[in-house]
T-cell receptor
Framework: EPEVTQTPSHQVTQMGQEVILRCVPI?????FYWYRQILGQKVEFLVS????????KSEIFDDQFSVERPDGSNFTLKIRSTKLEDSAMYFC?????????????FGPGTRLTVL | DAKTTQPPSMDCAEGRAANLPCNHS???????VYWYRQIHSQGPQYIIH???NNETNEMASLIITEDRKSSTLILPHATLRDTAVYYC?????????????FGQGTILTVHP
């Protein structure tokens, strides 16, 4: 069964460093999303991406964040200068967008630890 | 998207049916009810969704009341592996491929 994959599973970085989280969505899906979950808190929406541009972003998704689909398979989230409060699980999701009752499928997540 | 209300926690005995309620009294006509679950800190796992008719798949059944203001997710024979946080989410259908808004969900604990 097709699934969303994410790499790395765990990323440790120093405050102020740039990180890139990678996702391979389900092939032939058209809509892509990033969510994050700080330990013990709710899953929060960050950004949605369609047709090579951001379709919606939350207040969390400030200028330090960017997303890109550099080729036909990868979808990346970049954090330019990490802060301690960026420590969280980051989940990628994708959706077909071909029918009106589509479903988002989530990857296993990347645990980001900022020291 | 409409807001949902779920009990914070529920218990269920292994092998019995788990019935998880959700209130979505402000749901509008084009909004679907989605259920996801999250085991530990894994990625949310899709379970089922519906608009107004009851739905069943290999994982669960979804019962939506006639007025669509509430729904119940039924896991017919709960196992220990069903222990998770269950999220009821309302999202517009049609061409609105938007974000999912997660609440706190219901922590379901399945006991031996």
């Amino acid at each position: 069964e097709p699934e969303v994959t994410q790499t790395p599973s765990h990323q440790v970085t120093q405050m102020g460093q740039e990180v890139i989280l990678r996702c391979v969505p389900i092939s032939n899906h058209l809509y892509f999303y990033w969510y994050r979950q700080i330990l013990g808190q709710k899953v929060e929406f960050l950004v949605s991406f369609y047709n090579n541009e951001i379709s919606e972003k939350s207040e969390i998704f400030d200028d330090q964040f960017s997303v890109e689909r550099p080729d036909g398979s990868n979808f990346t989230l970049k954090i330019r200068s990490t802060k301690l409060e960026d420590s969280a699980m980051y989940f990628c999701a994708s959706e077909g967008g071909r029918v009106s009752t589509d479903t988002q499928y989530f990857g296993p997540g990347t645990r980001l630890t900022v020291l | 998207d409409a807001k949902t209300t779920q009990p914070p926690s529920m218990d269920c005995a292994e092998g019995r049916a788990a019935n998880l309620p959700c209130n979505h009294s402000t749901i509008s006509g084009n909004e679907y009810v989605y259920w996801y679950r999250q085991i530990h800190s894994q990625g949310p796992q899709y379970i089922i969704h519906g608009l107004k008719n009851n739905e069943t798949n290999e994982m669960a059944s979804l019962i939506i009341t006639e007025d669509r203001k509430s729904s119940t997710l039924i896991l017919p024979h709960a196992t220990l592996r069903d222990t998770a946080v269950y999220y009821c989410i309302v999202r517009a259908g049609g061409t609105s491929y938007g974000k999912l808004t997660f609440g706190q969900g219901t922590i379901l604990t399945v006991h031996p």
